[in-house]
């Protein structure tokens, strides 16, 4: 019978759950019933169990606190053992290496009892991976039994307390990710006060003789380390003697020292250099050994390993006190034998490289007589194709160093190699040539040529667009670079000027400018000021110019105007206090013409002035937050919302200037009762900007702004609803700010307007909980159990939202739900990430993940990501309804556009398959994946198709 319930569990998954109720006391009866000598039978009972945990998560759900108790029971079941042995002392773990076997004494050679211990491990295993919210639970009952039951004796079971061990650590992990404070209640917090006991516990298995303990204790501390990263600082002397022997065991496997090497590595990486300065003499010795093997893999490690100890061993230039030098010629040694040996491996030339990048930059100074040695070695791997992407980047490491290497040797060889790779299709490799030359110029800048730096030029000039901005950030940062050196001449602005500017005067036209490239933009123009080969006025009247529509192109885009009033901020900024309060001048004046054919003009005057009032205190230029409040009395929306933006920045600059008495109270109290009055807007855009002004003012005034959104929260317009929710949104930053305690009481006011009748106000709700769950977690995770039904509730399609425009000859049907199910669905993607704990991945996934699969092209994108996440931090509960959720994905790797669909159309439909395609990747990738026939004939369809096998292929080898 058990045998047949844990078969028909794995086979019909979820639809076994409804039966629980009468299986479950059976299976519980079994196990504390049966004889001794009827192992087997608890054995079975135990494995049912853990398949109704992975299989049923939702059912199960009430009974997770008896199976609890009964996998801590029988994890220690061992009824023919007795343990005489006492706890090992600090005296006697360092005496023996081998353990008294006489204290074990067996009254039966036929035991079976291993096989129970090992069924309870693994169904407590399944406990921990399908439950994150009972994490604080297990920490406190069953964490301190599992570090027990490292002394399992059958070694197969002890692979199997130190798999349930790791993932433990692994869900502690994906529960906390991104939470940095640790108080009493956090599964970090706990898990840290059992590291103690877990370093002595693995110490006693890493001396034992097996290689396979071995390898499962360093399992397990190094995943120690990811979740913990600084956690084992106090320990590091107790465990090098095993990280030792390990290494330079005879007897010890590849594998062994593999996991040893790695957990070295991480380590090292996790913790203050001075941390190993005591045990550099008895680590390096081991890992330089390690460097000279010959597979290839411990040979890779053993490197990377190296590249840690090197900055352990020289943290800085000082050495903080550490003499160093010792270490210098042996590291050099090892590293340039595997640096010149041509026949091996890619990994290991690729990491040897590397490495001695590091040693060069970090050791150069003691290394004078050596460097005519080896750079010539890593430009030469610069001319082969396989090792030149890691070369160029070693060259970046060497430059970035503040030793101040000598490199005349090589420099106008690799600057030449350089310039030529910024014109390679390998986009990698122009990304990391344009870093290197940045440090490289930045560092021997008085070595190079200006002719070097004009061709280097010519090259920049060609990647700047908007069709690859990362790259355009870089070319940006470059152009900066060069402009910034002094030595470089007036040929190399004039250059700049010529090739560079007109690319860059294109670009910010583009409503695609945003990020780092956008940054890199604002850079650039300061920098060609600075230079002194481009005049302001010239530069400003061209910024000026980009945001003129032209008869080619018509209107600019809204993006755009942003980017040109931020430029012309920064540059106006970087000239000097006589320009900056000449322009300031020039866009006041702009506003007092009340020419409504002038509204363009006005329209980026007061974003300009919004952008310069963001970065600068304004108040000196008088009544200017009057010239900007007439703006409003103008009949377009777009100058409405441009004079909220303004005001809102002009009034949080001038509130943090306390001493800017002539900026009184009054002002600011005009400027808030203003924006209240525009909340009501019907642009969204003008609500948005009034939302983000009150929620920067909020920051800075929280005390007076939270009761005022408070009030507002009531107010019977929907759209002060929604605009007042909108604006805590933009008052909760990342970073610790006073508005956080006086907000938290506060919070439900907001957040439970995710329930009201208005849509715009729901979506809002959504925002702002999202917002909340990504920057400070912890203000909401109390409202979740409240607010979770409330957010899945909002993924529904709701018929009532869905109407039929008349067109005429056609009829146009119109969702105005999409939006806000996108949001919820985005929303609960952020809580996973921040909140795991507190979601039931089960009550979720169905019907509202099932629901959202199958929905519009903007629910299924965010809806393919959930899935992949789920699959990899709650795998259980995804594999219980496996086969509901293929029909869904099925339909969309299917969808075939209609034959007169539009290229954008077709895009669109390409990158659904291909989102679709990397949620069903994510799904095979699960254990037991292949348990579900349905999901199963779905990758025979896939595999079958050459067009859809070819993307899946490509997307899971990404």
């Known amino acids: 019978m058990i045998n047949i319930s844990w078969h028909h569990s794995r086979a019909v998954g979820y639809r076994f759950g409804p039966h629980l109720g009468d299986t479950f006391p059976v299976l519980i009866n079994y196990c504390t019933s049966a004889s001794e000598s009827d192992e087997e039978l608890r054995e079975y009972s135990l494995q049912a169990l853990e398949s109704f945990l992975l299989r049923c998560p939702r059912d199960i759900s009430s009974y997770c606190d008896d199976i609890l108790h009964l996998t801590l029971e029988y994890l220690s079941y061992d009824p023919n053992f007795t343990d005489n042995m006492e706890e090992d002392t600090d005296d006697e773990i360092h005496e023996e290496e081998e353990e008294d076997e006489s204290a074990n004494e067996y009254t039966d050679d036929e035991d079976l009892s291993w096989k129970v211990r090992r069924a309870a491990a693994k169904c407590l295993s399944a406990l921990i991976v399908s439950r994150p919210e009972m ?151 081991p890992v330089l050994s390690a460097v000279g093997e010959r597979y290839y893999k411990v040979t890779a490690e053993a490197l990377r390993v190296c590249g840690e100890l090197v900055r352990v061993v020289r943290p800085g230039i000082e050495g903080q006190g550490f003499d160093f030098k010792q270490y210098v010629h042996p590291i050099y040694n090892a590293i340039m034998s595997r640096l010149t040996n041509q026949d091996q491996d890619q990994e290991v030339k690729e990491c040897a490289i590397s490495c001695m990048g590091l040693v060069v930059s970090t050791f150069g100074d003691n290394l004078k007589a050596e460097l005519a040695t080896c750079l010539p070695v890593l430009v030469d791997r610069m001319g082969n194709e396989i090792t030149r992407l890691t070369a160029v980047k070693a060259f970046a490491v060497i430059a970035a160093f503040p030793l101040q290497i000598d490199l005349s040797c090589v420099l106008e060889h690799v600057i030449s190699e350089l310039t030529a790779f910024l014109r390679k299709a390998n986009r990698a490799l122009r990304q990391a040539t344009l870093g290197t030359l940045n440090s490289l110029i930045a560092a021997y800048g008085d070595k190079i040529g200006p002719s070097a730096y004009e061709v280097i030029i010519v090259e920049l000039s060609t990647l700047i667009s908007d069709s690859d901005l990362h790259m355009t950030a870089l070319a940006l940062e470059l152009c900066c670079t060069l402009m910034g050196d002094r030595r470089s001449g007036s040929s190399i602005g004039l250059a700049v000027r010529n090739k560079v500017l007109p690319q860059a005067l294109l670009l910010i036209k583009s409503s695609l400018l945003q990020g780092q490239a956008l940054m890199a933009l604002q850079s650039f123009f300061a920098a060609l000021v600075f230079s002194e080969n481009t005049s302001f006025d010239a530069l400003l009247d061209s910024l000026l110019s980009c945001a003129k529509p032209s008869p080619q192109s018509g209107g600019v885009a809204k993006q755009a105007l942003f980017s040109i009033a931020q430029c012309v901020a920064v540059l106006c900024l970087s000239a000097g206090d006589q320009k900056y309060s000449s322009t300031v001048k020039m866009l006041t004046e702009i506003l007092k013409d009340d020419s409504s054919t002038n509204s363009a003009k006005q329209h980026l005057a007061l974003l300009c002035l919004g952008e310069i009032g963001r970065r600068k205190d304004l108040s000196s230029h008088a009544h200017i937050e009057n010239i900007v409040i007439e703006s409003f009395q103008s009949p377009f929306e777009e100058i409405k919302s441009a004079a909220s933006y303004a005001l809102g920045n002009i009034a949080v600059i001038v509130r943090q200037s306390v001493d800017k008495a002539e900026f009184q109270d009054s002002s600011v109290e005009k400027i808030l009762n203003l924006l209240f009055n525009h909340c009501e807007s019907e642009e969204e855009g003008v609500r948005n900007v009034v939302a983000e002004c009150l929620g920067k003012i909020a920051l800075i005034e929280p005390g007076k702004l939270v009761p005022a959104l408070k009030v507002r929260t009531t107010s019977p317009a929907a759209f002060t609803r929604a605009t007042v929710v909108i604006a805590v949104k933009y008052s909760i930053v990342e970073r610790p700010e006073k508005i956080d305690e006086i907000i938290y009481p506060e919070i439900s006011s907001f957040l439970m307007l995710i329930k009201d009748h208005d849509r715009h106000v729901r979506r809002a709700a959504v925002l702002a909980l999202s917002t909340f769950a990504h920057n400070k977690p912890n203000l909401v995770k109390g409202l979740l159990p409240k607010l979770l039904p409330l957010l899945y509730d909002q993924t529904i399609v709701k018929q009532e939202l869905i109407r039929t425009v008349d067109l005429g000859p056609f009829k146009h049907v119109v969702d105005d739900g999409l939006e806000l199910r996108k949001a919820a669905f985005e929303c609960v993607d952020t809580l996973l990430d921040s909140c795991l704990d507190q979601v039931n991945p089960s009550s979720f996934i169905v019907p509202y993940l099932k629901s959202g699969l199958d929905d519009h092209y903007d629910v299924k994108m965010p809806c393919h990501l959930i899935l992949s996440k789920l699959a990899d931090k709650c795998p259980s509960a995804v594999l219980a309804v496996l086969d509901s959720l293929v029909d869904p994905l099925q339909k969309t790797i299917n969808f075939k556009p209609k034959q007169d669909a539009v290229k954008q159309e077709v895009d669109r439909n390409e990158d659904m398959i291909r989102s679709a395609l990397r949620a069903i990747a994510s799904l095979n990738r699960i254990s037991g994946g292949d348990c579900s026939l349905k999901f199963k004939n779905l990758m025979n369809e896939i595999s079958k198709s050459p067009a859809l096998s070819e993307k899946y292929y490509s997307i899971r080898n990404e």
């Not at 009493?184 to 059992?194: A, F, G, I, M, V």
């Not at 390990?246 to 594998?255: E, F, I, P, Q, V």
């Not at 001075?274 to 390096?284: A, E, G, M, W």
Request: hydrophobic fraction near 40%; include cysteine.
């Open 135 to 285: 994490l604080s639970r297990l920490y406190e009952e069953a964490c301190p039994k599992l570090i027990d039951r490292f002394k399992e004796r059958e070694e197969n079971v002890k692979m199997d307390v130190f798999s349930t061990f790791i993932e433990l650590l692994r869900q502690t992990g994906n529960v906390t990710k991104g939470q940095v404070d640790m108080n009493e209640l956090s599964p970090r917090w706990l898990l840290n006060q059992e590291v103690p006991k877990v370093v002595k516990s693995i110490n006693r298995q890493l001396r034992e003789k097996s290689i396979k303990t071995k390898v499962g204790a360093f399992s397990v501390l190094k995943e120690l380390v990811v979740v913990l990263p600084d956690c084992l600082a106090d320990h590091i002397g107790s465990l090098i003697p095993g990280i030792e022997k390990a290494l330079s065991d005879k007897s010890a496997t590849s594998n062994l020292k593999i996991e040893a090497l790695i957990f070295t590595r991480l380590v090292l990486a996790s913790n203050s250099p001075s941390v190993f300065h005591p045990y550099i003499k008895d680590l390096s010795s």
